[in-house]
């Protein structure tokens, strides 16, 4: 299965959150997994995939996710967090989506 682990955090730093999503990488992949993580760059200005050369600027990133929540049906669970996502607390991409299906 291919599993993508991501958080709104800048990574690598120092702290829980890095450490523990190696720690889940590593016991997902030896599980045979294939497993991808992405965050917030050092200089929050793009998300990044650590250990990679695929990164993205956030001024492309933000355009892309709204047109997608678009399409969504009103009919369908969604929280956003405007201010995250306009890079409010540290100057983030963070969403919270809570929804049953997101199919187009």
Partial sequence: MK???ATYWAIPHVG???KYMLQLKERLEAMGHQVDMLGNSPDNAKVHM?????ELSK???RPLIMAKLSMISSTRMIFLQQGHL??????GLRTSLM???LSP
Avoid at 86 to 91: D, F, I, L, M, Y
């Fill in 3 to 5: 599993i993508l682990l």
């Fill in 86 to 91: 306009n890079g409010g607390e540290h100057g």
């Fill in 59 to 61: 001024d492309v990133l």
């Fill in 99 to 101: 929804c049953t299906d």
């Fill in 16 to 18: 829980g959150v890095w």
């Fill in 50 to 54: 650590p250990g990679t050369n695929k």
